[in-house]
């Protein structure tokens, strides 16, 4: 290919790409299964671990979560310091439910559609196709995403570690 080209084709790509990339993380406010609004600053002060996914799952969502409830009870940390919640798509009542069977520390959160999708794009969250963890640190910002299939002493040490670090 000629330098011109080249040259034309890089400016392009660079004219098109975003001027900076935005971590995942943003505002949301979802519904409790209490019928309360919860909301990111609710979480202020504390590190959030956040999954998305889907109750109906028969193993991506059940998997990622019993190794979180594993995990945090391995961390011996309590929600006042690190809080994990599980947004997914279902009626809050049913999503709170949901994750409370794999530990009564998880918060199972949902809300309308607009609600849900406004989460999402600001997760940078795709739940259908390999579903990953969110860490968030105390301040709110994006610390690390963690894979929602990692077993769970290996998530244990990750948050560990990324928590002394952040926080």
């Not at 520390?105 to 969250?125: E, K, R």
């Not at 968030?136 to 963690?146: K, S």
Request: glycine fraction near 8%.
């Amino acid at each position: 290919m000629p330098a011109k080209t080249l040259i034309l084709l890089a400016l392009l790509l660079a004219l098109s790409a975003p001027a900076q990339a935005q971590s995942p993380g943003g505002a949301f406010a979802l519904e409790n299964g209490d019928g309360m609004t919860v909301t990111d600053r609710d979480f202020q002060g504390r590190f959030l671990l956040v999954l998305f996914g889907d109750t109906n799952s028969p193993w991506q969502s059940p998997s990622a979560l019993f190794n979180a409830a594993r995990a945090l009870a391995m961390l011996g940390v309590a929600p006042a310091r690190l809080q994990a919640i599980f947004i997914a798509a279902d009626p809050p009542d049913t999503v709170s439910r949901y994750a409370t069977l794999f530990s009564p520390d998880i918060i199972g959160l949902s809300g309308s559609t607009s609600a849900i999708n406004q989460a999402i794009v600001a997760y940078h969250a795709d739940p259908s196709y390999a579903p990953c963890f969110y860490l968030m640190g105390p301040d709110g910002q994006f610390i690390a995403t963690l894979p929602a299939d990692a077993p769970a002493d290996m998530l244990a040490a990750r948050l560990s570690a990324l928590m002394s670090q952040g926080g």
